[in-house]
């Protein structure tokens, strides 16, 4: 991507006004994506995401810069620019860079860019038949691919140099149903680190089908009612419950500046016995898997909590060094234009013992929440909220009726205190996370389970 | 190689493959600055851009992107382009826009700024976490403490004889407390946008948050019902700004908005106008022409509760025999044009915040709302979304409220509007620049305990 020797001066360049680190992050992103609506294609766009960041640590202090002409001199400028906002002392520099051996955790079989755009195209009209020719209600189907070929270069003052390959696919349906002037969305998107076999692998009419089945049903549903509820939460995107309500809080991005709820609570109980949660940025070919994390480490699998306890928090370097803490492999950002911190990879709850049927069955009346869509959540108070996209009413053990427009609300440390039952059935979801470091792939996941009360919004407030 | 004689090759040999076809570039600056306990915590700056081609060959539109600005890219871009347009099936009548006449002097670009020193900015980074820390002894750590400014440069020229170029400047600076007391925590946070220092002040900023933070102290939930709500100006802001793809022209000719041939029909109550001005002074969102190159103005997008229009780019505009409403939208070179507001507000009506909660006498006032991205359906208008606020007893805040949710129609609720307040203002800029005034509605769903 550069030379070695262009490289190095910029290393030297970005250490000569002072700083302990520097690191160099190089990027070169070929991204395409098809977009059909009504299965006619109406955008078809592609193209080159190009650029360099350069990052210095004095101690605690960050200096990030980024820019996309990487001529030697005008990164050699930019360091020095960079260099230029420290206020310390210059220290001697003598640079031995060395390659990180790599092990592949995403192996590609039929790479994306060789594979023909009619083939693509292809895959977007058998999901868009399938979605539309569902059942009449179905009015509007939107389908996308997506496609992302990232190769980086990290190197960095310690001696580091790492060169990687991430590729990267999405197919994503989105089904609209009308009846009676009401218009309802379903949605499934499902992708992964992987080449175009993962067509091979999945088949695309059931993610039309999929979609549409969560429009229809949701277009004939009554509103939810409101209160404090039993729920159970579905196994794969269910996860991004955990994912945005404790997985935010244990990065350490929060916990080295004692602003996370789970700040100072290693090796304390933290949630229900049933629960042990995992970090594991290694799973072959999963969305948001990498081999390297973006600051050059290896990726790795992090039990994050076992039985309840907390053992670890996600943590990068620079926050690392706040925390008197080693890096696990966390760190992460969604281009050249972001100062990488911790970030989770593909995290989920580990599986239970409890049967589905069987959850469903002891729950006396409460909500079933089959697909929850996106939500929110403060790290500081651990306060969060999400969508529940098709939900449904649990009374005596049996499903009763579908329900729209409910929204979970709560608090992430006590919800995790209040699961429990945990079932059997683990499986992952593919979700875009956004912070500080940008929007990074990431997998959602957990088995079914069940939390003994949260507060469910809905419209019926007044039954 | 030199930006404009970069983009004049790419049409010279672009010209031989399409029929039309416009470069579109966006190129700028921008600093990033957070502070915590007194020291940098991390400082970005940055110099970046990127160059798109959007190329028309029998009816169909090809789209390429890099950010590798040099000669060497040219190749790639328009084969890319050519080979991308190819594969559309849409062919309706899109088409590089020729040219507008009389595009308005507009000056977004604020030398003030543009000169502001590190010191300077480092000083009122700073300054906003030392006033937040000493408003109040229960705030006991920041959050985020931030200043952030850019500028960016925009050209868009085109076969078709097109050359426009123009560049903004702005800044933009957030502050986020955490306050304690005994085991309760909670958070507030300010903001402002600017376009000078000296026009901002630090301490105002950390008001704001700390006086959020600090009130909903002791917050707890309330009894589930439906209740007479007060929206705040920013709240109501954010809400019109989560809805506003219901304005977009191409989702009703898509189906995916209920607004579809509702033109001239009653969409809200009387008293609520909302406007579309690209001219506004100071204005995120401001400019003169948009980025197709169409040329903008200002207009009542619902007037006195009557939708006048929707918001057209010129192909969506055509489709319906009107012209472009100047609201054709690029996030980035990346994306494909699409539609969006400019600044995008309800106009001021004529009540204070104090006479619209001593006529609502109980109620609540609403003054923040979460999950904006996933507690609502555009298209569907239901919402169901994450707030906190106060509980209003005869006429007078009670107790703060927080873990409850709000839940409606946006629709319905436009309808069920009962007063607006005379207290404009605006809410963090998102891809449109969003105000409102508080807005008093008759009742919406509220559940808690």
């Known amino acids: 991507m550069l030379k070695r020797s262009v490289i190095e001066n910029v290393l030297y360049a970005a250490l000569s006004m002072g700083g302990d680190f520097a690191e160099i992050f190089i990027e070169d992103k070929r991204t395409g994506s098809i977009r059909l609506v009504g299965g006619l294609i109406e955008n078809n766009l592609s193209g080159r995401d190009y650029g360099v960041g350069i990052r210095i640590l004095d101690k605690f202090n960050c200096i990030y810069a980024y820019t996309s002409d990487s001529s030697e001199e005008n990164l050699i400028k930019v360091a020095k620019e960079a260099g230029a906002a420290l206020d310390s002392f210059k220290t001697d520099l003598v640079l031995n860079l060395v390659r ?140 991004v419950l955990f994912h945005e309500a404790c997985g935010h809080g244990l990065e350490a991005a929060f916990v080295s500046k004692g602003t996370s709820a789970f700040a100072g609570k290693m090796g304390q109980v933290v949630a229900s016995p049933l629960v042990t949660a995992i970090d594991d940025g290694t799973i072959k070919n999963g969305w948001g898997t990498t081999n390297i994390d973006d600051e050059g480490s290896l990726t790795q699998r992090n039990v994050l909590i076992e039985n309840g306890i907390l053992k670890s928090y996600l943590i990068d370097k620079l926050n690392g060094r706040r925390m008197g803490m080693d890096s696990t492999g966390s760190s992460r950002r969604q281009s050249y234009r972001f100062s990488p911190t911790s970030r989770m990879n593909n995290t989920f709850i580990d599986g239970g013992k409890s049967k589905l049927e069987d959850i469903i069955a002891n729950t006396e009346s409460g909500l079933y929440a ?41 608090n992430g440390t006590k919800v995790l205190e209040l699961i429990d039952m945990v079932g059997d059935n683990l499986n992952l979801g593919q979700g875009m996370c956004g912070s500080s470091s940008g929007s990074i792939p990431a997998n959602v996941g957990q088995p079914t389970i069940r939390v003994k009360s949260i507060t469910v919004g809905g419209r019926k407030g007044d039954e | 190689m030199d930006l ?22 966006l190129r700028g600056k921008s600093i990033d600055l957070k502070v915590f306990q007194g020291q940098v915590d991390k400082y970005s700056i940055a110099e970046t851009g990127g160059l798109s081609l959007r190329g028309i060959k029998n009816g169909k539109m090809g789209y390429s992107y890099t950010e590798k600005l040099d000669e060497s890219s040219i190749d790639m871009l328009i084969d890319e382009a050519l080979e991308n347009s190819k594969y559309i099936d849409i062919v309706d009548g899109d088409e590089i826009y020729s040219s507008s006449r009389d595009y308005r002097e507009l000056d977004n670009f604020y030398e003030a700024l543009s000169l502001s020193t590190m010191e300077e900015r480092l000083a009122f980074t700073k300054r906003m976490e030392e006033e937040a820390m000493s408003l109040d002894g229960r705030i006991k750590s920041i959050q985020a403490c ?94 019109l700004n989560a809805f506003s793809s219901i304005f977009s022209g191409d989702n009703a000719q898509k189906g995916l908005s209920l607004l579809k041939d509702k033109v001239g029909s009653k969409v809200g109550a009387e008293i609520i106008s909302i406007v579309d001005d690209p001219f506004m002074v100071k204005g995120y969102a401001s400019r003169a022409f948009d980025d197709e190159g169409c040329k903008t103005f200002m207009k ?106 709000v839940a409606g129609n946006f629709f319905q609720l436009l309808n069920d509007i009962l007063r607006i307040g005379n207290d404009l203002s605006f809410s963090m800029p998102d891809s449109g620049y969003f105000g409102s005034p508080s807005i008093l509605i008759k009742r919406l769903s509220i559940s808690g305990e």
Request: contains cysteine; proline residues 2%.
């Open chain 2, 146 to 239: 931030s200043y952030q400014e850019f500028q960016q440069e925009r050209y868009i020229f085109n076969t078709k004889g097109l050359r426009l170029k123009d560049r903004v400047n702005g800044g933009f600076a957030y502050i986020s407390v955490v306050a304690r007391e005994g085991g309760d925590i909670k958070t507030g946070m300010g903001f402002r946008t600017f376009s000078g220092l000296t026009e901002v002040s630090p301490l105002e900023i950390a008001k704001e948050a700390v006086e959020e933070a600090i009130s909903m102290l002791g917050a707890g939930s309330i009894k589930a019902g439906n209740y007479s709500i007060l929206i705040k100006n920013t709240s109501f802001a954010d809400l």
């Open chain 1, 100 to 239: 990180r051996d790599l092990v592949e955790n995403s192996p590609i079989i039929k790479g994306l860019s060789k594979t023909p755009k009619s083939a693509k195209v292809d895959i977007l009209k058998r999901a868009y038949n399938a979605a539309k020719d569902y059942n009449q209600v179905v009015s509007q189907v939107t389908t996308s691919y997506l496609e992302e070929e990232q190769h980086i270069l990290i190197a960095n003052s310690d001696g580091l140099l790492a060169e990687d390959n991430r590729i990267r696919t999405r197919i994503a349906v989105s089904s609209v149903a009308s009846f009676n002037g009401e218009m309802q969305q379903g949605h499934y998107a499902p992708g992964a680190s992987m080449g175009f076999e993962f067509y091979d692998n999945v088949k695309v009419e059931d993610i039309g089908i999929e979609a549409s089945r969560i429009a229809k049903t949701m277009v004939h549903a009554d509103y939810c009612p409101s209160g404090n509820m039993q729920v159970i939460i579905d196994n794969e995107f269910g996860g």
């Open chain 2, 300 to 405: 009542k997008i619902v007037d006195k509760g009557v939708l006048t229009t929707l918001l057209h780019t010129w192909k969506t505009a055509r489709k319906e025999g009107l012209v472009s409403t100047g609201n054709g939208y690029r996030s980035s070179y990346k994306s494909a044009l699409g539609i969006s507001p400019s600044n995008f507000y309800v106009e001021n009506g004529s009540e204070s915040l104090k006479d619209m909660m001593t006529e609502m006498g109980e109620g609540i006032y609403i003054t923040n709302l979460q999950g904006l991205h996933s507690g609502l359906n555009p298209v569907s208008g239901d919402f169901s979304l994450s707030c906190q606020g106060y509980e209003i007893e005869r006429g007078k805040i009670k107790k703060p409220i927080n873990q409850i949710t």
């Open chain 2, 4 to 25: 404009t004689l970069l983009i004049n090759e790419i049409l010279i040999r672009g010209k031989k493959k399409f029929d039309d076809l416009e470069v579109f570039v």
């Open chain 1, 370 to 410: 089959k697909k929850l869509g996106g939500g929110s959540v403060n790290p500081a108070t651990g306060d969060f909220n999400f969508a529940v996209m098709e939900g449904y009413i649990v009374e005596n053990g049996r499903i009763i009726k579908p329900v729209r427009g409910a929204t979970l609300i709560g």
